[in-house]
């Protein structure tokens, strides 16, 4: 990883309000000083500072309370009593935060979330890769295109898509956009989650949609044993009003440290910092060295954190991210998100399993099939291949297997559309279908079959464990 040593002043005083509720915690900036990598170059924009400003004053996208609430929850999954389901794009953007397109992700993750519930047999934790998911880490700062050269795109809260000067600007009032977008995203989320959409009996009904499909008939036999179990359910009572609700979180990679910062409020309850720019924040696989400012900046708040962990990670460089971010070893503090690819994870991962469980660490292990599996198709077209995705799903569940250790939970890039962008599956996509199908902006997601093709299979090996 290329590491930029980069220095920065004290906010302006027109901070001053906001900085005063975290005076007692100067710590929350000692990441100014250390080795950072992935930022935008948009200090000395004229509106940086103002950007900066209206997001220290702004109010939280999510509370305390909440962030309490899920840290408990994951702890319960750390200990083996409750399974992980996070989903959401690669990168979002401010053009598809439509209700529509917002409806549709939640719609399939909660369809998801059904399934493995009762192949797990223990609750599922629905979290979404959604409202503060605009910013990418990108291999190169540059792309070339007919001999001309420009800033790389790094998602919506950095630059605009389009290849021309304008749009490539590293522009900081994207940054006060993307809050407004994941407000107002958050808002759609917790009304779906909240009024009925998520009613168990309906969400099954979706599911008998898909199975009704030829292509997924295998899927049947579990289809019908949910069916009974809601009939079942139903006939006893069961309070299905309870059942219209569900919680569900917000996550994304805290990629961008000038927005995490900014959105940092200390509690008044506790006074302790939390990134209120979302419930779980999670370090990318190029932001992860020790000694980083993203390491720094994360160890220093009170929400549940990832950290991404690829094929080149050492059982010590493991040990040493638990000391600087889970010291208390406290259960669902921290979660492990291996991304290893199918080539590597039966190898590699074994060990790193072996020495943290012997730590005494109780991290939550989570498998991210997507980013270890990513290949250009012979039209030129970034993919993944649904059956290497789900052979890293399977060698995750036969290394925890073998370990007597907890497959703790599913990460995936997936959309509620019917994109064409990962080969393959039930009812497969062919390359040919990427020229009017492949919506993506950066990586390509699973659509919304695929989606539920894997929690089935995930929900099958679920299932064979109990």
Not at 331 to 344: E, K, S, V, Y
């Amino acid at each position: 990883m290329t590491e930029t040593p980069v220095h920065r002043e004290s906010l302006p005083t027109l901070l001053s309000g906001a900085a005063a509720t975290s005076a007692s915690h100067p710590e929350l900036d000692n990441w100014r000083s250390l080795p950072i990598s992935q930022q935008p170059t948009w200090r000395n924009d004229p509106g940086y500072d103002a950007a900066i400003a209206e997001l220290s004053m702004v109010p939280p996208l999510v509370f305390a309370g909440e962030v309490d609430v899920l840290r408990s929850r994951l702890a319960e999954a750390a200990q083996g009593r409750a399974f992980l389901l996070q989903g959401g794009d690669c990168a979002e953007t401010f053009e598809a935060a439509t209700a529509d397109k917002i409806s549709a992700r939640v719609r399939t993750l909660l369809q998801m979330a059904v399934v493995l519930t009762y192949g797990a047999s223990v609750p599922v934790i629905k979290m979404g890769r959604m409202a503060g998911q605009f910013a990418k880490p990108r291999s190169s700062n540059d792309e070339t295109r007919n001999g001309v050269t420009l800033p790389a795109y790094r998602g919506d809260m950095v630059n605009g898509f389009d290849f021309t000067p304008e749009s490539r600007r590293h522009d900081p009032a994207r940054m006060v956009r993307a809050y407004h977008t994941s407000a107002s995203t958050l808002n759609l989320i917790r009304a779906f989650t909240q009024g009925g959409f998520a009613d168990l009996r309906l969400v099954h009904h979706w599911n008998k949609g898909f199975t009704s499909n030829p292509s997924h008939s295998r899927y049947e036999s579990l289809a019908r044993e949910i069916d009974r179990a809601v009939r079942f359910m139903d006939a006893c009572g069961a309070d299905f009003e309870a059942l219209k609700r569900v919680e569900f979180f917000a996550s994304h990679e805290a990629l961008l440290l000038d927005y995490e910062r900014a959105l940092t409020r200390v509690d008044s309850r506790t006074g302790q910092p939390y990134d209120t720019s979302g419930h779980f924040l999670w370090i990318g696989e190029r932001t992860r060295d020790l000694d980083s400012a993203h390491v720094d900046f994360l160890s220093r708040v009170r929400n549940p954190i990832g950290v991404k962990l690829g094929p080149t990670t050492s059982a010590e460089d493991a040990l040493a991210l638990i000391d600087r971010l889970d010291p208390n070893r406290e259960p669902g503090r921290l979660t492990f998100i291996t991304r290893m690819g199918a080539r590597n994870i039966r190898e590699k991962l074994p060990s790193l399993v072996e020495k943290v469980t012997a730590s005494g660490a109780q991290v939550l292990w989570v498998t991210d099939p997507m980013h270890g599996n990513t290949v250009t198709s012979p039209n030129g077209y970034k993919t993944r291949n649904f059956d290497d995705v789900m052979d890293e799903v399977r060698g995750f569940f036969e290394v925890h297997d073998s370990l007597g250790t907890f497959p703790g939970g599913l990460h995936v890039e997936m959309t509620g559309d019917d994109v064409a962008e990962c080969l393959g599956g039930a009812d497969p996509v062919d390359q040919e279908a990427f020229v009017e199908g492949y919506e993506s902006v950066c990586d390509p997601r699973l659509n919304h079959m695929q989606s539920l093709e894997m929690a089935f299979l995930v929900a099958g090996a679920l299932s064979r464990r109990s």
